[in-house]
């Protein structure tokens, strides 16, 4: 029994609460801290002096001494299929969905290349200290089959499905309302809630689902009703004109999602950029949640997201890559590049809110709060040993960073996936900086 307990040794940082509304009550910090798992679960969590005594008979301990441990990060809005085109030049969002995404996407009809993808996609994932992600798939079922088949090898906490797209869109990626439902069902009832996996019913976006389609998700959601919904919500103005034609009984974009039955808890919107006090205040009424992506919102240039609006009227929000329009798989960066957007609008924004959106507010937004996001005791134990000494001039810029805030900020703006020196998952390392991978991809 005890041999399954360990103490792992180092400065320990996490969130109770969304900082910019709990303030630095919400900010929990162990300087020399340490975490007790016990069967990869957290059992307690203190300073380590005390942690020592309290579980003398501990007799695993690791240390990380003067490392910074954090949370697995948690990215809300991701396309597998899109990590080989990542960095496609010169188009906004309509056009650049034609001109790159559609094409790639055709080739995950193969379960052998989707498998192949999927390996190297959750390498990556756990190369930049994600372990908790949802995930976009394609129209192919065998694209959630291979991803889920990889996950579930890692241990992962992974949300997926498979697109489902039956108009506005190539005809060899298009499904129908039937085909649509009765292969989400099947992916349903073959992966949701096996070990930790689950499933999110896909409508592409608003402009490539039918209103049959749609009602079809509806009834998906109805017969599963912990099964997740993602979509894209008003990312990109022509996109939002578009909408309006397509959906002119509605009162504006999120409004044909809600007259479709879709917007309800466990539902995320990636984007959300244009949206008015009423979707605002509909969004926060239903518990659906927002997936904020500013790589992909720059990227494409979509706009700069209200981070501030959803404050105010309590919008549950996390934070995407949505590679690959998003321009990286690390969550620091995307906190970076969320930090400059709020900049361009005027606003604050700390290290401490951009971590709480990459792991409490992730784990919030999929309604997974309790389970992961933080080391409240009987949490999940995934979490991310970050190294301040990745190259030499972060280690020096480091040097001068007196307060934790000061500290975590540098990392934040100027880190990637080489600060993640080790990704830990129910409590084992499976990814170390400096190793061969555990799940090398040729
Ligand atoms: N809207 C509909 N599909 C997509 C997609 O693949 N990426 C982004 N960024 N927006 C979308
Ligand atoms: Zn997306």
């Not at 999927?118 to 394609?138: C, H, I, P, Q, Y």
Request: charged content about 25%; glycine content about 8%.
């Amino acid at each position: 029994e005890h041999a399954k307990r360990k103490i792992i040794c180092a400065d320990i940082l996490d969130f109770l609460d969304d900082p910019s509304i709990a303030g630095d009550d919400a900010v929990r910090y162990f300087e020399q801290g340490a975490l007790v798992i016990d069967q990869g679960k957290v059992l307690d969590l203190g300073a380590e002096k005390d942690i020592v005594a309290k579980y003398a008979d501990i007799t695993e301990v690791v240390r990380h001494d003067g490392k910074l441990l954090v949370p697995g990060l948690i990215d809300t809005h991701i396309h597998l299929p899109q990590t080989e085109m990542i960095g496609s030049h010169g188009e906004q969002l309509l056009t650049w969905l034609t001109e790159y995404a559609f094409p790639t996407e055709k080739k995950f009809a193969d379960h052998a290349y989707a498998a192949d993808i999927s390996k190297r996609f959750l390498d990556e994932l756990l190369r930049n200290g994600t372990t908790t992600a949802m995930v976009f798939g394609t129209v192919h079922p065998e694209s959630v089959d291979a991803f889920f088949t990889e996950a579930q090898q890692r241990r992962m906490r992974m949300i997926a499905g498979k697109v489902l797209m039956d108009r506005n869109c190539p005809e060899d990626l298009a499904d129908t309302p039937e085909l649509g439902y009765s292969q989400s069902k099947a992916l349903i009832e073959k992966w949701h809630n096996v070990d930790r996996l689950a499933y999110a019913v896909t409508p592409r976006f608003a402009p490539t689902s039918s209103h049959e389609q749609l009602a079809a998700c509806k009834q998906l959601l109805d017969e599963y009703p912990d099964v997740y919904m993602q979509s894209h919500l008003s990312e990109n103005i022509e996109e939002c004109e578009w909408v309006d034609k397509l959906f002119p009984a509605s009162d504006d974009y999120l409004g044909a999602y809600e007259d479709a039955g879709l917007v309800r808890k466990r539902a995320v919107f990636a984007h959300g950029i244009h949206l008015s006090e009423r979707e605002l205040i509909s969004l926060a009424k239903h518990q659906a949640a927002l997936s904020h992506c500013p790589t992909s919102n720059l990227f494409l240039g979509s706009g700069l997201f209200n981070l501030k609006a959803c404050e105010k009227h309590k919008v549950t929000v996390g934070m995407g890559t949505d590679v690959g329009a998003g321009t990286s798989f690390s969550l620091l960066q995307t906190g970076s590049e969320a930090y400059k957007i709020q900049q361009l609008q005027g606003e604050n924004f700390t290290a401490f809110k951009g971590l709480y959106l990459a792991t409490l507010g992730g784990a919030r937004a999929l309604d997974l709060e309790g389970s992961i996001g933080n080391f409240t005791p009987g949490c999940e134990a995934d979490f991310v040993i970050l190294d301040h000494h990745a190259t030499p001039f972060l280690s020096f810029r480091l040097q001068h960073a007196k307060t934790l805030h000061e500290r975590l900020f540098a990392i934040m703006m100027l880190g990637d996936d080489r600060c993640i020196e080790h990704t830990y998952v129910l409590g084992d390392c499976i990814y170390q900086r400096d190793a061969q991978p555990q799940f090398a991809s040729s």
